[in-house]
């Protein structure tokens, strides 16, 4: 079963239900890769080792980029998507867009492009939360929130969607969804459709073509700021913070729903934000943080099988402070967690096997698997208009 530490001091089943130059590196660690639907959970090799291959600096200056997100397609190729100023009349007079970098397996860079969005330089302005992932045909789906800023804050005007070319030029711009939906989780799902998931308790899924298929609406308690991956037996799992009307409950519901949406089980965790990602046989890997005060983190990661069940509990050491970016990335050999620019490897039975610390990355680390290895994204600050793409291949003993 694993080893059992229960953050609360008991066995853990209370909480219920432009280019640059490649360097070739020889550093070897164990097993990290990331989620891909459909994974064979039942092929364990016996050790896995990923040698960094290259990393490469990309950036076309004068422009600035920064990256916000990344996936592998089918073809084994990064797409990277970047938040860039672009132009050469001065930063406040650059273009203000986001573009499209994509990259082989190889660190060739294959295309940069401005997105092409059939929106104005002002509506662009009013645009964030912009996620990406692949299409089950191939391809890019894109989802992004459409807001209003105003003197007092903001207001969400509705989530809208489209699909990317390799030239960056994107289809027609669907709204999917009004003022309910606040983007945070939007990942494919086995039958091909789209899960869209965020603010006020709303998930909702919709074809490639933008067409609705269902959705559902969770308001006792409400879920924000969702989190999904797809489960190696088709079914969804789905992590959000638990709050009322009035204020948020310091828990995360985590459930496990049907392939139409509906509710099969749930389990409630104390703590403040969770992350979700597939395990063997049907199980749910959650690595949450339990936030103990606003300059600390406090990291576990737990795994609940298909009936959820907790199986193990561990922390998750090597913590950063609360409000870090973090992630949950999964394949065969285990889970990957990532927590700001430290990344530690754990396989199926809780067990710490492998960790690296990315010390390029101290203002985004993104984690991005591929169909042999995974890639690393990072933004150096001493570079102040590209970034950095590392690529680890999985080689077996």
Sequence with gaps: MGRTVDPLGHLGDRETTGCGTVI????????????????????QPTAIHHP??????LSLRPNLYIPEAAVVDAGGVLWVLCSARMGNEGYDKQHVTQAIFRIDEQGNQLSTAELGLPLSQEERGDTSDYRITPLRDGGIGLAFNKIRFETR???????????LGTDGKAGPLRQVAGPEIEVSAFVGLANGDLLLGGGLGDLLTFDP???????????????ENSDAAVLSDRNICISAWAATRQRLLNKIRVMRLG???????????DALRGQVAAGPDGSCAVLYDRAPSIYKGEYYLTLFDRSFNRQWTVPVPHSSASG???????????????IGNVIVQYDWSGKEVWKDIEHLGQTRTIVAAGTDGFFIVTKDLGMNNGFHVKRAAATKE
């Design 52 to 57: 960094f291959l290259w990393d490469r600096e």
């Design 209 to 223: 073509n933008g067409v609705s298929r269902w959705k559902k609406s969770f308001v006792q308690p409400i879920l």
């Design 153 to 163: 804050g903001q207001s969400y005007l509705g989530a809208f969607y489209s699909t």
């Design 24 to 43: 070739v590196m020889r550093l070897s660690g164990v097993g990290l890769t990331g989620f891909v639907v459909g994974l064979l959970f039942g092929q």
């Design 324 to 338: 870090a970016e973090f992630d949950l990335i999964s394949r065969a050999e285990g889970s990957l967690a990532q």
């Design 259 to 269: 392939q139409q949406g509906d509710v099969l089980h749930t389990a409630d965790i």
